[in-house]
């Protein structure tokens, strides 16, 4: 059984750095075909994606947030994390990991967690 | 970045209604689009991966259709629990983007 599960801080200050962990069970984060992003959605809106990391350590992030994002993985731990520095409340949102399955060159997510929400308010 | 503009940005539909959604992407992603329903509160679900194939467990009143930029995504007999907001989202290019979501609400 597949499963992806966000943890974090649900409240953090403007200008601190918000470190957020995925924990992934049911696969390995050493799969070829898999790899695992974070998304977000502020409320009420549409969903973002930020960024994601293959299996052979490859990272991709979303241009407007680049500079603030790192993502990491530790495949022992079956974790991936978020870092995301100089928060506003502009990224208050509730921030989603999901596993990527890599098909034909296609990329869709087709397990999520169920997300957690994240506050920036002073 | 390629920008995915999906249309209505929300409808109002009956129970056992026939709903299409549309989603167009700014340059050609031949047929790397997927889509999602969300429920409130939840988080989304793939429906239908690579423009046409319904994910294991989806049922076959969902089905979608299109290539290059113009995309659909046909319901043929809405249900209660598909009064919910649809994404598109396209895996051309990096980075990946949504649509801005298209909500179905009862009429």
């Known amino acids: 059984q597949v499963t992806l599960k966000e943890s974090g801080p649900v409240l953090v200050k403007p200008t601190e750095t918000l470190t957020l962990t995925c924990t992934v069970s049911?696969?390995?984060?050493?799969?070829?075909?898999?790899?695992v992003s974070w998304i977000r959605q502020p409320p009420g809106k549409a969903l973002e994606w930020l960024a994601h990391i293959f299996s052979n350590d490859e990272k991709s992030y979303t241009t407007s947030l680049k500079s603030r994002l790192t993502i990491s993985k530790d495949t022992s731990k079956s974790q991936v994390v978020l870092t995301m520095t100089n928060m506003d409340p502009v990224d208050t949102a509730t921030y989603y990991c999901?596993?990527?399955?890599?098909?034909?060159?296609?990329?869709?997510?087709?397990?999520w967690g169920q997300g957690t929400l994240v506050t920036v308010s002073s | 970045d390629i920008q995915m503009t999906q249309s209505p940005s929300s409808l109002s539909a009956s129970v056992g209604d026939r709903v299409t959604i549309t989603c167009r992407a700014s340059q050609s992603i031949t047929n790397y689009l997927n889509w999602y329903r969300q429920k409130p509160g939840k988080a989304p679900k793939l429906l239908i991966y690579?423009?046409?194939s319904l994910q294991s467990g989806v049922p076959s009143r969902f089905s979608g259709s299109g290539s290059g930029t113009d995309f659909t995504l046909t319901i043929s007999s809405l249900q209660p629990e598909d009064f919910a907001t649809y994404y598109c989202q396209q895996s051309y290019s990096i980075p990946l983007t949504f649509g801005g979501g298209t909500k179905v609400e009862i009429k």
């Open positions: 049911g696969f390995s984060l050493s799969n070829a075909r898999m790899s």
């Open positions: 999901a596993r990527i399955l890599a098909a034909a060159g296609n990329l869709f997510f087709d397990y």
């Open positions: 690579a423009t046409s």
